[in-house]
């Protein structure tokens, strides 16, 4: 199915999930377990998926039978795992629409993708009375590098506002993103609000002043088809943990040109071509951003994590989040002291479902929760300036991902019925 | 857990944070005090207002968790009266309890037990001493003659 036919969801609409939940439930072996006396109902999928036995094994697999250093060595098992890994390089390149293998860098997360641009791109290209140009709500991911390039090249930081219904406020764009814009640094999709951003107008914008767009896709590219030359991004950031891949690898995707005039990240072996004591040549991409010996066995299993994810397909992962968040919002909004932050609308927004009790405080819900079995996050999400503009001092956030059901919902719901008797309030 | 659950929010914790106590402003506010955790959100306003070297009356502001809001009310309610030698003694006294340096409470605080419960819950013992960490830094900056600190003091560092 193509992805616009799952953004005409009206909220009225619920229909049965475009694959088998339960088939998928069973490929996930963690989720076959009793948390404090019940069965885990794990809602933190903004902050770490869990990963599938196809995952897991491939993990086993490698260093049982591939295991070596990559690129440069002569051995069988130095060209398994350099083709392993190269090959995870390539699964990126189709995934996020089509690029070219070597415009995939992988780092260890998204924030060390971002960090890489702004300590790369940022320190060549950002002087004096430039602007940058983030949004309110960024995750500090996405927001600390740029304070700081901002601090240390005395540039100036904007911001394009949220509105009350938690949508980026566009009405001003024009005088936000200026000729003076060099950088414009967007999330795709909120990890407090879920809001799914248009990237794609914003980007426009940043190109039609000639500046550079980056945008922090950790919450969208688990959750909905990508594709980054449609949306222009010059850069486009990601987390392999948060897709049902290990943790400890991230991606970076940026346009070749780009990449190339870039001054490397980080010295060491392999990001070079030739080195003497007096002078060094860079590598051609992607390895002039990979110095020292990667995370290769990361990389390599989180290949499977995209096999997985290709198998249901994106635009179905969507329409299940987009059915199973919609559910999710008209049950909560049943009781009365819960206050749902962000756009309301499921076309519009993803499954990170942040919300506050109005008696309760987010640790003791958190806290309730976790006795019953359901994980949830609560806190500031790493998304401080955002809480203080939402008037929050914390939230807690339910996210859901493709092995989560309407049952697990229910459970949520019904145990925050009971944790308001058990507080007395 | 539903068995740890209940020792952390006993039936004497929830009193104390549905109804706080220690609202009432004082009439002089000798030791101002304030503490923040950032990363929960919890924020405490306190002022002592000494006469003869006791605490005179004690007024607690604390906005946050359950667990925040009732050790605050709990330490409104003990230290009034007391000497701010008794005061210091007992806030260590707490705060070696909910570390796990130490297990002994005096009797007539025999309250203060419940917050032992907390202990099984690592993340939220910061949450049981921002209160009583932010009396001790106010009675020190009181004896050292200091005013206000310029930021709140938090039990977030480690």
Not at chain 1, 9 to 35: G, H, M, N, W
Not at chain 1, 379 to 397: D, F
Request: net charge negative.
């Amino acid at each position: 199915m193509k992805s616009g036919d799952g953004e005409k969801l009206k909220s009225t609409d619920y229909r049965p999930a475009p694959f088998s939940v339960e088939q998928v439930k069973a490929d996930f072996p963690i989720l076959d377990q009793k948390v404090n006396r019940h069965q885990l109902v794990y809602l933190d999928n903004a902050a770490s998926t869990q990963k599938p036995r196809s995952v897991i094994n491939a993990l086993l697999e490698y260093y049982r039978h591939s295991n070596s250093n990559i690129h440069r060595g002569m051995h069988t098992l130095a060209e398994r795992a350099t083709q392993a890994y190269e090959g995870t390089r390539s699964h990126v390149a189709q995934f996020v629409g089509g690029v070219l293998d070597e415009e995939v860098i992988f780092t260890s997360g998204t924030t060390e993708a971002i960090n890489l641009v702004a300590a790369t791109w940022g320190e060549v290209n950002i002087s004096e009375g430039d602007e940058i140009v983030i949004t309110e709500m960024e995750h500090h991911a996405n927001l600390v590098p740029w304070v700081m390039l901002a601090k240390s090249k005395s540039a100036v930081l904007k911001r394009i506002p949220i509105t009350i219904c938690g949508h980026l406020d566009l009405s001003n764009i024009d005088e936000i993103i200026t000729k003076k814009t060099k950088l414009v640094a967007v999330s795709h999709m909120s990890n407090v609000l879920g809001t799914i951003n248009p990237v794609k107008e914003i980007v426009a914008r940043a190109h039609a002043v000639g500046a550079v767009a980056l945008v922090d896709g950790a919450q969208a590219a688990p959750h909905m088809a990508i594709n980054v030359r449609d949306l222009g991004a010059d850069f486009y950031t990601f987390s392999a943990h948060k897709m049902l891949g290990p943790t400890g690898v991230g991606v970076l995707i940026g346009r070749k040109e780009m990449l190339e005039e870039m001054p490397p990240y980080k010295m060491g072996g392999e990001m070079i071509r030739e080195v003497r004591f007096d002078r060094v040549t860079w590598n051609d991409l992607p390895h002039k951003f990979e110095a020292g010996t990667p995370n290769i066995a990361d990389v390599v299993a989180f290949d499977a994590a995209l096999t997985y994810l290709d198998e249901i397909g994106m635009d179905k992962v969507r329409l299940h989040e987009m059915q199973l968040t919609d559910y999710a919002m008209k049950k909560l909004t049943e009781l009365p002291s819960i206050e749902i932050q962000g756009p309301q609308e499921p076309d519009q927004r993803g499954g990170a479902i942040s919300f506050t009790d109005r008696d309760v405080h987010p640790h003791d819900i958190a806290t309730f929760l976790d006795s019953k079995g359901i994980a949830v996050r609560a806190g500031h999400h790493c998304a401080q300036p955002l809480m203080r503009v939402l008037g929050k001092v914390a939230t807690a956030r339910a996210s859901l991902y493709i092995y989560n059901d309407e049952s697990d919902v229910d459970r949520l719901v019904e145990a925050l019925v009971e944790m308001r008797r058990y507080f007395g309030v | 857990m539903n068995d740890q659950l209940d020792d952390m929010y006993r039936e004497i914790i929830l009193d104390h944070y549905r109804s706080p106590r220690g609202k009432q402003p004082v009439d002089k506010a000798d030791i101002s005090s304030e503490g923040m955790n950032p990363a929960c959100g919890d924020e405490i306003d306190m002022q002592v207002e000494i006469d003869e070297e006791s605490v005179k009356k004690i007024s607690v502001n604390c906005r946050g968790c359950a667990i925040s809001v009732a050790s605050g009310s709990m330490l409104a309610e003990m230290v009034k009266g007391k000497s701010l030698e008794e005061v210091a003694r007992l806030a260590e006294v707490v705060r070696k309890m909910l570390k796990g340096e130490g297990d002994e409470i005096p009797e007539e605080f025999g309250d203060l037990d419940a917050l032992k419960g907390v202990r099984n819950f690592p993340v939220r013992v910061k949450c049981a001493l921002l209160s009583w960490i932010t009396l001790l830094d106010g009675l020190t900056r009181y004896k050292k003659g200091e005013g206000l600190r310029s930021s709140a003091i938090s039990t977030e560092d480690k």
